[in-house]
């Protein structure tokens, strides 16, 4: 049995300085404007910072992988949440990824598990996508996204697609397609979404979270 992926922050074992960080929280950062990104970094270094969707994270592998149902994963929710908004949403996101999965015959394969250190700082990003698959002889690997706000735009998925690319798809991975599943909008993004620009605004955001983090 594959063990559901943990994507909660674990800040107490790191020192006041050492972050790591979720994919989906990174791709929530650079959505965000300065203000934004340092608000949300100063929530995380001071060990306050929160993932809403934890609990959705947790329970798809647990669908996919280890063939609980949905009415068991919400009843896993609704256990550990207690805000009815919160529950709610990561129930909604559950509900929608185990739609696509019945529609979709799929053959599930562990997903890739890595953690990217972050230029020139003490911030990094643990990858490690809710699900990976093959279907029709490629291979995928998959990260859920439920975020309201901010929006999940084409061009910022394309940045995150493009983080994805360059850092996993290497090795015996190389023959993967890395994407976003946006619930929300039961959108797949793949490579698709990479302009031309997605390379130079990746490392842009990463210098800016870099400066930002660097403050503290």
Request: positive net charge; contains cysteine.
């Amino acid at each position: 049995m594959l063990e559901a992926t943990d994507t909660l922050v674990e800040l107490g074992k790191m020192t006041p300085k050492v972050l790591n960080i979720g994919f989906t929280t990174f791709l929530k950062l650079i959505c965000l404007n300065t203000n934004g990104r340092m608000k949300e970094l100063s929530r995380y270094q001071s060990g306050s910072g929160y993932d809403f969707y934890w609990s959705m994270k947790k329970g798809i592998p647990n669908i996919a992988y280890n063939d609980l149902s949905v009415k068991d994963v919400s009843q896993q929710i609704k256990d550990s949440l207690s805000r009815k908004a919160e529950i709610d949403h990561n129930i909604s996101g559950v509900k929608t990824f185990s739609k696509w999965l019945k529609k979709n015959p799929i053959k599930l394969i562990p997903p890739p598990k890595k953690t990217i250190q972050i230029p020139n700082c003490d911030l990094s990003v643990k990858l490690h996508p809710e699900i990976a698959y093959e279907k029709d002889g490629k291979f995928y690997s998959l990260y859920m996204w439920n975020t309201a706000n901010p929006d999940l735009t084409t061009i910022m998925a394309g940045i995150g697609v493009q983080f994805l690319n360059s850092r996993l798809k290497r090795g015996k991975y190389s023959n993967y397609e890395f994407g976003i599943f946006d619930l929300r909008k039961n959108k797949l993004r793949f490579s698709e979404s990479i302009t031309n620009e997605s390379e130079v605004l990746l490392s842009a955001d990463l210098a800016s979270l870099a400066v930002i983090y660097n403050q503290f």
